[in-house]
Nanobody, 129 residues
Framework: QLRLVESGGGLVQPGGSLRLSCEAS????????IGWFRQAPGKEREGVSC????????KYGDSVKGRFTMSRDNAKNTVYLQMNSLKPEDTAVYYC??????????????????????WGQGTQVTVSS
């Protein structure tokens, strides 16, 4: 059974950091492209980042570039999103998503929700003082 489970969300002060995890059960992670998305209340789901199957290429949305970093541990079937210098506008539910199309994120943009076939349930991140 293919399943994505996010964890690591919480409440953090502006300027702080959080690391989100996405456990990809049932996936062969080095054959899977993972994306991170977020959705704030009343807003569309936004692509945050994506990571190629090898983990050698990552892309980031303009709003998080330079602050967020993806990494993966294929042995643990887990992908991480390190979020630094958090701002109140980063407050959202964060989702990881997966697709087994190998050219996703490398050839395609990788930050459109339509590119992904599998989704986790999300984890809440709140940035507030």
């Amino acid at each position: 059974q293919l399943r994505l489970v996010e964890s690591g969300g919480g409440l953090v002060q502006p300027g702080g950091s959080l690391r989100l995890s996405c456990e990809a059960s049932g996936f062969i992670l080095d054959e899977t492209v993972i994306g991170w998305f977020r959705q704030a209340p009343g807003k569309e789901r936004e692509g945050v980042s994506c990571d190629s199957t090898s983990g050698s290429r990552s892309k980031y949305g303009d709003s998080v570039k330079g602050r967020f970093t993806m990494s993966r541990d294929n042995a643990k079937n887990t992908v991480y999103l390190q979020m630094n210098s958090l701002k109140p506008e980063d407050t959202a539910v964060y989702y990881c998503a997966a697709v087994t199309t190998p050219w996703a994120c490398v050839v395609t943009g990788g930050l459109a929700k339509s590119e992904y076939d599998y989704w986790g349930q999300g984890t809440q991140v709140t940035v507030s003082s």
